[in-house]
């Protein structure tokens, strides 16, 4: 009995103690938690464009200002943010963070000599305008007019229509910086860039290659000129449209034989060139040589044409075709020239003219030169209609 008593006892301090726990501290039952400041964390990406002076400052704020813009902090470099008063207050204390990085961003930005000018300035704002006033040559005529010649100058040339565009666009907007438009009204001024804007579609219709006249001359027939954005969209497909003509055109093959010139086939009965003896309608000499002599002997060419002052045979050659030497004994020839005779005495017109009648004077010889007997290098080849083609490589004397 006496241990329940103090078992109870026990839990009854407990509960006590729990109560006690539960219901002190703040009378509010809050627990208090020290302010702490938020910081933000500020990456801004790495202007590719180092400023250098004047040619380039254009360039350069624009890409700055755009990176600015995209964390919000084109406040800063514009003078629309301004300084808190209370340096111990927080929001003094982020003003100044931001204002420092921004600096330091610029710097990195700026060539060495330009930055050394204007390191010395902590304020981002003051910063920015002091290059400005520098660099930005706004109001300059020379500036100015060098701007309006390049503009020009410039052609399409070599350079895609989009190329093209975006050169001559930069040239724009780097005219319109140096030569402002300042009307007194507003008004004024969008009718004024309305007629710019007309004159530009010209200028760049007007430069362009003449593979675009067509697209070109329906826009300038039109009875009001396109906007600006219209005419680049529209000759930006037109290009696309030659491409693609351009490719589906090919190049048509060439046979695999090509007769190269039909007219080098000589004639022995006449000596005119584009057909054959045998098809030849001149009267036919006795020897139906084509030898070109004074008379019946120098050359053996009977009733010839001309003169042939050289010791060849009178045959046939053809510099495009492939030959073979042969070799004929003094007894061979004299036994081709008896079928011959045999052949024109039987008054054989057919075959046989065009086989051995060409071969008339192939065993004529110079006096003088070479020895009796021995052989003959000849070389020999096939024309078409199975004629043999020789030609005497060492001109003998034969026995008459």
Not at 82 to 107: F, H
Not at 189 to 196: C, G, M, Y
Request: charged fraction near 25%; glycine fraction near 10%; proline fraction near 4%.
């Amino acid at each position: 009995m006496g241990e329940n008593q103090g078992l109870q006892q026990v839990l009854e301090k407990l509960a006590q103690l729990l109560t006690e726990k539960t219901g002190g501290g703040s009378p509010s039952g809050r627990e208090m938690i020290p302010y702490a400041e938020t910081v933000h964390k500020i990456e801004l990406m790495p202007n590719d464009i180092k400023l250098e002076g004047v040619r380039n400052y254009l360039s350069w704020s624009r890409r700055a200002l755009l990176i600015l813009k995209t964390k919000g902090l084109e406040s800063f470099v514009e003078g629309e943010s301004t300084k808190p008063v209370g340096k111990a207050s927080a929001e003094w204390r982020n003003w100044n963070t931001t204002n420092s990085l921004l600096v330091a961003w610029m710097l990195n930005s700026l060539s060495l000599s330009i930055a050394a000018t204007v390191e010395t300035i902590s304020n981002a704002a003051e910063v920015w305008k002091t290059l400005s006033k520098l660099y930005s040559g706004k109001g300059n005529v020379m500036l100015m007019v060098e701007t309006q010649e390049r503009v020009s100058d410039l052609r399409q040339g070599e350079h895609t229509v989009m190329e093209y565009v975006a050169e001559l666009q930069r040239l724009w907007a780097d005219l319109d910086h140096f030569d402002p438009l300042e009307l007194p009204h507003a008004d004024c001024i969008s009718t004024v860039k309305k007629w710019i804007e007309r004159r530009r579609v010209i200028q760049f219709l007007k430069d362009l290659n003449s593979e675009f006249e067509g697209r070109r001359a329906t826009m300038f027939h039109q009875p009001t000129l396109p906007t600006l954005e219209e005419a680049i969209a529209a000759i930006a497909q037109e290009e696309v449209r030659l491409k693609v003509m351009k490719n589906n055109i090919t190049t048509p093959s060439r046979p695999a034989f090509i007769v190269r010139n039909s007219e080098t086939r000589e004639c022995f009965n006449c000596g005119e060139t584009g057909h054959l003896s045998r098809d030849c309608h001149a009267p036919r000499g006795p020897t139906r040589g084509r030898g070109r002599g004074n008379g019946r002997g120098g050359t053996r060419g009977g009733r010839g044409r001309g003169y042939r002052i050289d010791h060849k045979a009178n045959v046939a050659v053809h510099e495009d075709e492939s030959s073979d030497k042969v070799e004929f004994s003094v007894k061979e020839l004299e036994e081709l020239r008896k079928l011959k005779r045999k052949m024109e005495n039987a008054g054989n017109k057919g075959q046989g003219d065009i086989t051995f009648g060409d071969f008339a004077h192939f065993a004529y010889a110079n006096e003088g030169r070479g020895e009796q007997g021995g052989s003959l290098g000849l070389q020999a080849g096939m024309m078409g209609y199975g004629t043999w083609i020789v030609r005497i490589q060492t001109p003998q004397r034969l026995p008459c």
